[in-house]
């Protein structure tokens, strides 16, 4: 793989207001992404940032001022890498993600990060100072050959042994099984798996639109032509009682395991201690809302 087009922009803040449920300002150090998700739902970014080169093969590394006054962000919720990853590998040179949780130190800011890496592990005494501090991983597959075809994140196990500890170390962790894949994702195999070192289990399902809808089709048609007619019914077709189904299959599932399952309740208040819930969590739409406003914001605050 080639070198990605890695540059610096100025922007005059990196936090923005956010309307996803989950938080109330989202917080994206680095614009595109090195990771390569065929399925990346974010690469409708590119015409915010300028540049030609394809998704997933460039990056702008923000800078920004230093946050001012970080006390009045006390009991605010911040979800750092609501569209792009914060612990991409060039964090380990640009320390962007670290720069800014150095800023909001002591601060009282609630944090939680999304990561496919294990590079977050560098930061976890500094991740542990923010009060109910909390890190996700996206994890779709329990088979490494598959988690090869879709991204060129860390492997799977990487992730999870990250997430563990985090977990011994007393902060709150979250597997997030997304995108799931109709027939090729195993949820069930990745909640047994995952149930012992994480507080919440996120569900999302695959959403198939713009440029990456046909990228996507075409590797269920070459790899997995037994489940091109799932994949037609449910993305050409519009039907979801694949979903329905799915939803019902995995509500039974959490049962036997002892698991609540229940819809779109983050669960903050459960003890550190209890077993996790399976939230079915689709809140596709409003990150993409959200993402559309981060790089609109972007556009017009980038310098060269």
């Given at each position: 793989m080639a070198e990605p087009v890695i540059q610096t922009v100025q922007v005059r803040s990196i936090l923005s207001k956010s309307?996803?449920?989950v938080c109330e300002y989202s917080v994206n150090p680095y614009v595109g992404c090195t990771h390569g998700c065929r399925y990346c739902y974010a690469s409708f970014m590119k015409r915010f940032t300028g540049h030609t080169e394809p998704w997933g093969t460039f990056l702008d590394v923000k800078q920004w001022p230093p946050v001012t006054n970080p006390g009045r962000y006390a009991g605010k919720e911040l979800f750092i890498g609501s569209v792009t990853d914060p612990y991409l590998p060039q964090e380990e040179r640009y320390e962007r993600t670290r720069a800014l949780l150095l800023q909001l130190q002591g601060s009282g800011a609630k944090i939680s990060i999304a990561t496919k890496s294990d590079l977050v592990l560098r930061d976890l005494d500094l991740i542990k100072t923010f009060p109910d501090a909390r890190v996700s991983w996206s994890i779709n597959t329990l088979d490494e050959?598959?988690?090869?075809?879709?991204?060129?994140a860390v492997s799977i196990e990487r992730r999870l042994a990250a997430m563990q500890a985090f977990h011994r170390a007393g902060v709150r962790t979250t597997c997030f099984i997304s995108p799931i894949f109709p027939g090729i994702?195993?949820?069930?195999?990745?909640?047994?798996?995952?149930?012992?070192?994480?507080?919440?289990?996120?569900?999302?399902?695959?959403?198939l639109r713009g440029s990456y809808k046909a990228v996507i089709l075409d590797?269920?048609?070459?790899?997995?032509?037994?489940?091109l007619p799932l994949y037609q019914e449910?993305?050409?077709?519009?039907d979801r009682s694949y979903w329905r189904m799915l939803d019902q299959e995995l509500k039974a599932d959490a049962a036997t395991l002892g698991l609540d399952y229940v819809t779109n309740d983050d669960s903050m208040q459960r003890p550190f201690d209890a077993p996790p819930v399976v939230v079915n969590y689709f809140y596709h739409e409003q990150i993409k809302r959200s993402a559309r406003k981060d790089g609109n914001r972007h556009a017009g605050t980038a310098g060269g």
């Open positions: 309307n996803l449920p050959g598959f988690r090869q075809d879709m991204d060129s994702t195993d949820v069930p195999a990745i909640v047994r798996r995952a149930k012992g070192q994480c507080n919440l289990i996120w569900l999302e399902n695959l959403n590797y269920i048609r070459e790899k997995h032509p037994h489940l449910i993305y050409v077709r519009g």
